[in-house]
């Protein structure tokens, strides 16, 4: 599982499309998000923007098909977007929707009225998530502590701000924004993310999070004094709750999953233990991404998780589950928002 696509943070390896490229696949993603079925190059070609001959379109397909972008689903089928494809146009073509005000006030109002409880909080997040984006909406508190710790990085956000980057089995992360009460510049941070990963790596992250509050070694050297208390205020123990769901009806409305076994998967995987809880929280903190095919392995190859971690002092996430095709413009607006808010709320 590549990392979550996050819109306008370019891949290495995506593609440098030509404007007839670009203007052909756009529009295909179109068709298909509309039709919920593979296109043709004639319905394709009925697109009075595609000012192309019949034969010139079959070629730009075949170059997009040839660069991984577009499938067809079986043979003699006309083509729709791969997963490759849909993490491209994620992250090079959508553009996060502008929320009306009247949605964005309404969001913010329920939520606050659930804030002292973090359970009811993160329960009201998953409704109204799922309320406004027509999807699965998602949201969890987890906690990641008896993982292993793999790596650490140490980067510089500001003055006196960092990023801490804790590492985890499976190409998972855990990060922290610190606010540092001393200044350090990159050559020092480098030097104290050295010490780090001699005393931390290796170790679970609960024991990472003891160390940092706690041990005297560390507290020998002034700068990683500061990074340590930085860390200590801003990693607390971990609020932890099921994965919380809302909104099965909306699933059950796609064409996707119109044949009852096919969202009688779906249901089964979700309740069994699905990779959704850490893939949730495994993506950059404070920040919308995009999982594409979840989980070949357990029925969600045809859907998108829509995910933002929260930052601060719960480990936590809200989002979206949807077929390949939904609306991320509008999904990944929503989540940022809420997820937003709710982080916001659980800081206050």
Do not use: C, K
Not at 10 to 36: C, G, I, K, M, N
Not at 82 to 89: D, Q
Not at 210 to 232: F, M, P, T
């Amino acid at each position: 599982m590549s990392s979550p696509a996050i819109p306008g943070r370019l891949s290495a390896s995506d593609p440098d499309l030509t404007e007839r490229q670009h203007r052909v696949f756009s529009r295909l993603v179109a068709l298909h998000r509309r039709e919920a079925r593979p296109v043709s190059s004639e319905r394709l070609g009925r697109a009075p923007e595609l000012r192309q001959s019949g034969a010139s379109l079959r070629g730009t397909l075949a170059e997009l098909e040839e660069l991984g972008l577009l499938v067809r689903p079986r043979a003699g089928a006309g083509r729709v977007p791969s997963a490759a494809g849909w993490e491209y146009f994620v992250r090079v073509v959508v553009e996060p929707a502008a929320l009306p005000a009247e949605v964005l006030d309404a969001i913010a109002e329920r939520l606050e009225q659930s804030r002292h409880d973090v359970e009811r909080l993160l329960q009201e997040a998953s409704r109204l998530l799922a309320a406004f984006s027509h999807q699965l909406g998602l949201a969890l508190a987890s906690s990641l502590e008896s993982e292993a710790l793999t790596a650490l990085e140490l980067e510089p956000l500001g003055e006196r701000q960092a990023l801490l980057v804790l590492g985890l089995s499976g190409h998972r992360s855990r990060t922290l924004v610190l606010e540092l009460d001393t200044p350090l510049e990159r050559g020092a941070l480098q030097e104290v993310a050295e010490v780090l990963r001699e005393r931390l790596l290796g170790g679970t992250l609960a024991s990472a999070r003891a160390l940092l509050a706690e041990d005297g070694e560390l507290a020998r050297h002034s700068a990683v004094r500061i990074v340590a208390r930085a860390a200590a205020a801003s990693w607390r123990r971990p609020v932890e709750t099921a994965l919380l769901t809302a909104g099965v009806a909306h699933m059950a409305d796609q064409p996707e999953f119109a044949d009852g076994a096919r969202l009688g998967s779906v249901l089964r995987a979700l309740e069994s233990g699905s990779p959704l809880e850490r893939l949730m929280v495994s993506g950059l903190e404070g920040h919308a991404g995009v999982s594409v095919g979840v989980d070949p392995g357990r029925g969600l190859h045809e859907l998108s998780l829509v995910s933002y971690p929260l930052p601060g002092a719960v480990t936590g996430a809200v989002g979206v589950l949807g077929p390949l095709r939904m609306d991320y413009a509008n999904a990944i607006a929503l989540v940022d928002w809420v997820g937003t808010r709710v982080a916001d709320l659980l800081t206050a």
